[in-house]
């Protein structure tokens, strides 16, 4: 499986929202809903931020919000925040059974 | 409390393997899986297959098959994770991540192993 498409940057002014794609095949995105998205700052390790396409672990900010439409996945930050600067990856799981990540963006609050 | 800790940061030659290990603590080993997840320098999240602790069955990505080994040993509450012939621009942190069995996702990560990989 190839990773799924991520744009490479996405950035936004505080306040604002902002949405990340994460596009696959039928055979990982759109084949079940076990998609999910993780968090990284720079020198640290991934953080879980949505999973089952939708939803929040405890402590996650309800600004993080995530959804899926066919083939494809999506992160939205609202109001976002100096703290959201990061880089987010999305992970599905293939209908094999393996699991694929995304390429990756990079958040940047202006 | 929930605790991933893997083992320190290794050197190899070209062609060598590193054996990089995950100890659990703070929960019920058994109802998790582990995976293993590679990050080279400056790129992205790599995922490189799982081992279930309880049964002691693996899952690998097709990129690393024949070439990598995830074993277990319950009585430590660890997880080995095995990759040979290692080439110079494998150099990566290595991060193990519980998943709570069957749910698809990762909850918990360890804080990551550098393996460089230079002769």
């Known amino acids: 499986h190839s990773a799924l498409t991520q744009p490479a940057s996405v950035s936004g002014s505080p306040g604002q929202s902002i949405t990340i794609s994460c596009t696959g095949t039928?055979?990982?995105?759109?084949?079940?809903?076990?998609v999910s998205w993780y968090q990284q700052h720079p020198g640290k390790a991934p953080k879980l931020m949505i999973y089952?396409?939708?939803n929040r672990p405890s402590g996650v900010s309800n600004r993080f919000s995530g959804s899926k439409s066919g083939n494809t996945a999506s992160l939205t930050i609202s109001g976002l925040q100096a703290e959201d600067e990061s880089d987010y990856y999305c992970?599905?799981?293939?209908?094999?059974?393996?699991?694929?990540f995304g390429t990756g963006t990079k958040v940047t609050v202006l | 409390q929930v605790q991933l800790v893997q083992s320190g940061a290794e050197v190899k030659n070209p062609g060598a393997s590193v054996k990089v290990s995950c100890k659990a603590s703070?929960?019920?080993?058994?109802?998790?899986?582990i995976h293993w997840v590679r990050q080279a320098p400056g790129q992205g999240l790599e995922w490189m297959g799982f081992i279930n602790p309880s049964s002691g069955g693996t899952s690998y990505a097709q990129n690393f098959q024949g070439r990598v080994t995830m074993t277990r040993d319950t009585s430590t509450n660890t997880v080995y994770m095995d990759l040979s012939s290692l080439r110079s621009e494998e150099t990566a942190i290595f991060y193990c991540?519980?998943?709570?069995?069957?749910?698809?996702?990762?909850?918990?990560w360890g804080q990551g192993t550098v393996v460089t990989v230079s002769s």
């Open positions: 039928s055979s990982d995105v759109g084949g079940d809903n076990f």
């Open positions: 089952d396409v939708t």
């Open positions: 703070g929960f019920t080993f058994s109802n998790y899986h």
């Open positions: 991540a519980r998943e709570p069995s069957g749910r698809c996702h990762f909850d918990f």
């Open positions: 992970n599905s799981r293939t209908t094999s059974g393996t699991y694929v």
